[in-house]
């Protein structure tokens, strides 16, 4: 039997933050899985009108059908953030990579998603696992981790699969590589849920 197949998706720099951890744990951990599953990372550009389509082409590239999705994604405070759910329509001034705002990209990509699956869970294994604060938020952030996560939400509800969008703190107050074991732990969490149920599908409010 094949080991479980999780893509996790991070993001390089973007006007305000030179270095995104997201990105460097996703890398992480595929090349140090959790014991028995197996890691996809794909870096998605910052900007909202082409992330949407890059988690498409990660998800075909894939060499067979995923157990779940990860998103992760920088935020500014010293916490970890697990989202439960991504607006379907943003509009804001924040400019991404490419210099487009949600109001100038006219974001709205249908309805509102929200996560099925047990975040608190999800967050009691991130504290297990050393991490400090940890939160759970219903305010995606309305940047392009948001679209994103709607994204993997909606990919994931048409694939049977769950999917969920951690924030990670920046690198001012956590290093990277102290991250990834974290990470890791919440992953191997999230593998649980899979396995034992056919939960974390988006669910449309």
Known sequence: MSAPLVLVTGFGPFPGVSENP???VARALEAEPPRGAHVVARELPVTFATAPAAVERALAEL?????????LGVQPDATFRLERRARGRLRG??????GATATD???D??????CALDLEAL????????????????????????????????AGAARGVP?????VPPVEALAA?????????????????TSSSSGGRASAD
């Open 123 to 154: 967050a009691a294994s991130l504290r297990a696992a050393g991490a400090g604060a940890v939160t759970l938020s219903d305010d995606a952030g309305g940047y392009v981790c948001e679209r994103t996560y709607h994204a993997l939400l909606s």
């Open 177 to 193: 590589s102290a991250q990834v074991p974290l990470v890791r732990a919440l992953l191997e969490a999230l593998l649980v849920q």
């Open 105 to 107: 990209a006219g974001v």
């Open 22 to 24: 997201s990105v460097a």
């Open 93 to 98: 001034d924040r400019a991404d990579a490419a």
């Open 109 to 114: 990509a249908g309805a509102d998603l929200e």
């Open 63 to 71: 060499p067979r059908a995923p157990a779940a999705l990860l998103g």
């Open 163 to 167: 999917a969920v969008f951690l924030h």
